[in-house]
């Protein structure tokens, strides 16, 4: 049985001559681009375009490295490139290209940007239909550029959680209420992929992000840059660098299961000058790890009882009601012009941290809340 290459390369900055070489080596380690790129190709590129944040805050994918890949294209004779992807809160698509930094590389690239907002009913087993991307088949190649990062509710976001930006924007948030735990909602997104599997894939992990990812986490300097033709491949690969196994994470051991790519290591050559480093980042999880270890039948009552939930932080609060426009539940409301969450009415969708442009909604523990009444009583 042929092994599935995944590659792992060295690369320490957004210096765009070196992110040139480096993306051309991981390609080639790789394999090489898929057969189907060949001059005039249509392309899509899909970064992580979570929300409308700057580049140095690590939640999108770089802007320089989404013109890395772009010059390389063009090495190949291709012309035809549309970068899309659709946020998590509710922004304007202008806002979010140009915060970004899309619309630069966009304008500077003569590439086009193209909002998700065109949408075809996907039927997905088990779960109905979905609105994804009217445009999606229109392409003839699909290429993800997710960012490595850390996330709430399935540990980590690379290759097989980025196609699920091709899902339709506000859509997503309701989506939480079909799927209320981490692990009903890695199955959906599982479910979902296999619809939406991209040809292949290049990971941002130059700076990836630790802590409570995918919004409020902070940068990490990993120093590599993955690629691979197998999503599922890649991301079992790229999950060693928070020190866990595939087997950890539910959404890799669904989408396995279903057929959609290889997570068992035994399958898997991973090559490249970084491939021994990845192992060794250990960069630090999301706290909310805890949430993954409560029975399914029993989450939404522990979470109650432990009052895990969302927390709104007034002094950073600017106002600007994307968590309560994000929240499908209802569960954000406004009183005396603020917002405060409704713990009853909340199933820890995450989707109002993720909404929240200057990460004034944090995920609180009792111990967390407790140090905090602590530090206001001794001011």
């Not at 590659?7 to 001559?17: F, G, H, I, Q, W």
């Not at 051309?24 to 001059?39: D, F, N």
């Not at 899902?167 to 009903?184: L, Q, T």
Request: hydrophobic share 40%.
């Amino acid at each position: 049985m042929n092994k599935t290459k995944v590659s792992a390369v060295m690369c320490e900055s957004y210096d765009l001559p070196l992110l040139e070489e480096k993306i051309r080596a991981a390609v080639e380690l790789a394999g090489g681009w898929p057969e189907k790129m060949k001059p005039g190709a249509k392309v899509l590129l899909k970064p992580n375009l979570l929300s409308a944040k700057t580049p140095d805050q690590c939640v999108t994918t770089h802007p320089e490295f989404v013109r890395a890949v772009i010059r390389e294209l063009r090495r190949k004779g291709v012309e035809k490139i549309t970068i899309a992807d659709s946020p998590a809160g509710v922004y304007p698509w202008e806002e979010l290209w140009e915060k970004t930094g899309m619309k630069k590389v966009a304008d500077e690239e003569k590439v086009e940007l193209l909002p998700i907002e065109n949408f075809e009913r996907v039927e997905i087993p088990g779960y109905g239909h979905i609105p994804v991307l009217k445009e999606l088949k229109s392409f003839d190649v699909f290429i993800s550029l997710p960012k490595l990062k850390t996330h709430i509710l399935t540990k980590i976001t690379v290759a097989v959680k980025n196609s699920y930006g091709l899902v339709v924007g506000e859509s997503k948030s309701a989506f939480h209420a079909v799927a209320p735990s981490p692990r009903k909602m890695a199955n959906f997104i599982a479910t979902v992929f296999g619809k939406i599997k991209p040809d292949f894939v290049i990971v941002d992990a130059v700076e990836s992000m630790q802590g409570d990812g995918p919004a409020n986490g902070r940068p990490f300097k990993s120093g590599i840059i993955m690629a691979g033709f197998d999503s599922v491949a890649v991301d079992s690969c790229a999950c060693t660098a928070y020190g866990y196994k595939p087997q950890d994470i539910q959404l890799l051991v669904k989408v396995s299961e279903l057929g959609h790519g290889t997570m068992q290591k035994e399958n898997i050559d991973l090559v490249g000058d970084a491939a021994e480093k990845l192992g060794r980042l250990k960069i630090p999880r999301s706290k909310s790890d805890i949430l993954h270890r409560f029975p399914e039948r029993m989450f939404h009552l522990l979470t109650l009882l432990l009052t895990y939930r969302p927390f709104i932080v007034q002094e950073n609060c600017i106002k600007c009601g994307k968590c309560f426009k994000a929240c499908s539940q209802k569960a954000i409301f406004s009183e005396g012009g603020s917002f405060r969450v409704n713990s009853k009415g909340c199933i820890l969708c995450m989707c109002c941290l993720e909404a929240c442009p200057v990460k004034a909604v944090e995920l609180r523990s009792p111990f967390q809340k407790f140090m905090a009444l602590m530090k206001f009583f001794k001011k």
